[in-house]
């Protein structure tokens, strides 16, 4: 497991725009796949966007796809998540989560990070 924190959560109006980051807390030779599921208030976890570690693949969920872009800048071990046209629906809280392998719709990771909110007003 490795140590997570993420950052960007905010509050916006709805078509707005965020950027949400995420790396290990402590600078580390290891390169994960790395991730985001979000969590909204009385709902269940859901998986958002991820990135393979190599960085060639990427997966989104459907409510999501033409509206966010996962990237990652492996000079830094740094995993962004660029939020477009942001709706009221995208209000939870975002965990980014990473694994050696992985990340999908399926399969977590065991490192998460403490969770950013991020609030989108109509």
């Known amino acids: 497991q490795v140590q997570l924190t993420e950052s960007g959560g905010g509050l916006v109006q709805a078509g707005g725009s965020l950027r949400l980051s995420c790396a290990p807390s402590?600078?580390?030779?290891?390169?994960?796949?790395m991730g985001w599921f979000r969590q909204a208030p009385g709902k269940e976890r859901e998986f958002v966007a991820s990135?393979?570690?190599?960085?060639?693949?990427?997966y989104y969920a459907d409510s999501v796809k033409g509206r966010f872009t996962v990237s990652r800048d492996n000079a830094n071990n740094t995993a962004y998540l660029q939020m477009d046209n942001l709706k009221s629906e995208d209000t939870a809280v975002y965990y980014c989560?990473?694994?050696?392998?992985?990340?999908?719709?399926?399969?977590?990771?065991?490192?998460w990070g403490q969770g950013t909110q991020v609030t989108v007003t109509s």
């Open positions: 989560n990473a694994d050696k392998r992985v990340v999908h719709p399926t399969h977590s990771g065991p490192s």
């Open positions: 402590e600078r580390t030779s290891e390169t994960y796949a």
């Open positions: 990135i393979s570690w190599t960085g060639g693949t990427t």
